[in-house]
């Protein structure tokens, strides 16, 4: 049987600054996992032969690889990473949010997957910036490159997220979801993957 070439590379990305509970960085990691069990990820991650990693991140100077590149050609593969996803120790504790440079280390790591046609950073975030760089410039350093960035707002109340994400965040080609609270999560990841395959596979 011929391999299908990669066509998406998506990263996904977890905010995991001081505005994260553990209850709530808990419900995140089990919201990832639950939608890598989801038919219809499954099926769309295999169609498209994706790449996908896991970053966590939070202030300046923390961004970490939780799961990195793995190749899925098959549903044991997503099920594999839907473990790793469920047991993955929280990478920082106490730190402030800088989502530019969780854009800027995630953007890096496209080298290591020059074949895949697609390049998509996922920010999931429940707070505006308190540190770093301007995101509007890692944004744009992202369109330069040709990558999608897209969105998970977590919001507590209000949109006031999700706007932030609209206005600074997410690149022209992009998109941004709302989770109105973090146990609403693994349902908006889910429908956003699916969206995000959709355009190559549908």
């Known amino acids: 049987m011929i391999a299908t070439a990669c066509d998406t590379a998506l990263i996904l ?52 690889v939780t799961i990195p590149w793995t190749r899925i050609t098959n549903a044991a593969d997503v099920a594999i990473l839907s473990q790793q996803a469920r047991m993955m120790p929280r990478a920082f504790v106490l730190s402030d949010t800088a989502p530019a440079e969780a854009i800027h280390f995630s953007l890096r790591m496209f080298a290591q997957v020059p074949d895949c046609k697609r390049k998509i950073i996922d920010v999931s975030g429940d707070g505006t910036p308190n540190s770093g760089t301007n995101v509007r410039d890692a944004r744009r350093s992202a369109e330069r490159q040709g990558v999608t960035i897209n969105g998970i707002a977590i919001e507590s109340m209000g949109v006031a997220i999700t706007n932030f994400f609209r206005g600074a965040v997410i690149t022209r080609d992009g998109f941004v979801v709302t989770a109105r609270t973090h146990r609403e999560y693994a349902e908006t990841l889910r429908r956003k993957i699916i969206r995000e395959l959709s355009r190559v596979v549908g």
């Open 13 to 64: 990305t977890i905010d995991v600054s001081n505005s994260v509970d553990p209850a709530e960085y808990k419900v995140q990691s089990d919201g990832l996992a639950d939608a890598l069990r989801d038919p219809e990820v499954i099926e769309a991650m295999v169609q498209n032969q994706a790449a996908i990693a896991v970053v966590q991140w939070s202030g300046f100077d923390r961004q970490e």
